[in-house]
């Protein structure tokens, strides 16, 4: 089993809270991270109808049987469990109680905050990183990353990451997507994603998709709400605080996990991933992604943006620090040029808020000039945590 960075953070957690909720896309290890940190736990899988129609029919039996410590799986599917919950945590007075995992956001992180305000943390887990892989030793190229993906299953099982991807991709529109949304033609919501595929690292426009698909605009900006609640895409909002000119607002978007969007693309070899006309696309999806996952592994808020203006001056990540914000260029290049540096220079013309910078290609050269440090993008999880 390959250990999960986020695992500390959750033990930390589990000594002052009550309530731990894991949210995370299907398949990411939400079941073994919660079952390797806490195995002697009893647990639950609401999946099974058996298991969901008893805490349905008979919450306080369903609790008393599973009582704690415990871990239930994919608690969304009866939320009003966390009722019944929060009046056990608080009669308690014990942390660590219930670890709760659930695959979509916005539905569990509302029933979350109305039931156990002050009770519960929330922690995002996201497929493996990088890093993970590397200490569990296992090193890749760069495009092998962009191919494979980081599923725990694909490393656990050694599966075919095309078989994967495409049981994945049928068995969320088959069933998740039908839990969250009224889809009337599933043919054209597989249409939309394997569209959005087409667009990783870009600005989405619904109504030109809307035209292409035959679909209102409206409801395509529900299927993508839908998207994101289940943890498929990512979009990342644009920076706009007081630089004084024109902004692009509209967020860019990408795939949580960049070995199904390759999938989408129908790349069915690694030797594809290269050729491929979005092979840009897929490298700066897979950067952000592990970005990401280093701030989700430290118990951070993602605070991640881009900036792009109306005078084409461009930096591909903003994170924010404590006192500044940190620009981030992604290069999918070999190799090392001091012009991968300019954007990076030009933005902090602009704004003094706006401090060094990073440069994450894939070349193994890694100077620093003028604050600038080029790193390789294996590295990048080190530089998003700080």
């Known amino acids: ?37 806490f195995p002697k736990y009893k647990y639950v899988n609401l999946e099974e109808p058996d298991s969901r129609q008893l805490a349905q029919k008979d919450a306080r039996g369903f609790l008393n049987l599973y009582s704690a410590p415990v871990i239930i799986d994919e608690v969304q599917r009866v939320p009003e ?6 009046t056990i945590v608080d009669a308690s007075h014990k942390n660590g109680q219930y670890i709760l995992t659930g695959s979509h956001q916005p539905q569990l992180n509302a029933e979350v ?41 694909l490393y656990q099982q050694k599966m075919n990451p095309t078989r994967l991807y495409s049981n994945y991709f049928s068995t969320y529109v088959e069933r998740d997507v039908r839990q969250l949304v009224n889809i009337r033609n599933l043919t054209h919501f597989e249409m939309f994603i394997k569209l959005l595929a087409g667009r990783v ?39 706009f605080e007081n630089f004084g000119k024109r902004l692009i607002k509209s967020p860019k978007l990408y795939f949580t996990e960049v070995g199904l969007a390759a999938y989408l ?44 203006d109306s005078h084409g001056n461009e930096v591909d990540l903003l994170l924010r ?48 000039l003028n604050e600038v440090s080029f790193v390789n993008f294996k590295k990048i999880g080190n530089v998003a945590k700080s």
Do not use: H
Not at 140 to 150: L, N
Not at 208 to 230: K, M, P, R
């Open 1 to 37: 089993m390959i250990r999960r960075t986020i695992q500390k953070e959750l033990l930390t957690l589990a000594k002052s809270f009550p309530v731990i909720t894991i949210t995370g896309p299907r398949q990411s290890g939400k079941t073994t991270l919660a079952q390797a940190a």
């Open 81 to 86: 469990l966390l009722s019944y919950i929060q």
């Open 265 to 308: 693309l129908g790349i069915q070899d690694v030797t594809q991933v290269m050729r491929d006309p979005l092979f840009g696309g897929l490298y700066e999806n897979m950067v952000v992604m592990e970005v990401l996952k280093a701030r989700f592994n430290a118990g951070m808020e993602p605070e991640m943006y881009f900036f792009r």
């Open 113 to 153: 905050s109305q039931s156990l305000a002050g009770r519960a943390a929330i922690l995002k887990l996201l497929p493996l990183s990088i890093e993970e892989l590397t200490e569990a030793r296992i090193s890749m190229t760069r495009d092998e990353y962009i191919f494979k993906g980081f599923m725990p299953r």
């Open 321 to 368: 620090g404590a006192n500044a914000l940190l620009p981030v260029e992604i290069k999918a290049s070999q190799t090392f040029s001091t012009d991968f540096a300019d954007s990076i220079i030009a933005l902090r013309k602009l704004s003094p808020k706006v401090k060094k910078g990073i440069v994450a290609y894939s070349g193994d050269l890694t100077p620093t």
């Open 201 to 239: 690292g870009q600005l989405v426009n619904l109504n030109s998709l809307s035209n292409d698909i035959g679909v209102s605009a409206t409801t395509l900006a529900e299927w993508l709400s839908v998207l994101e609640a289940s943890y498929i895409v990512f979009r990342l909002p644009c920076y």
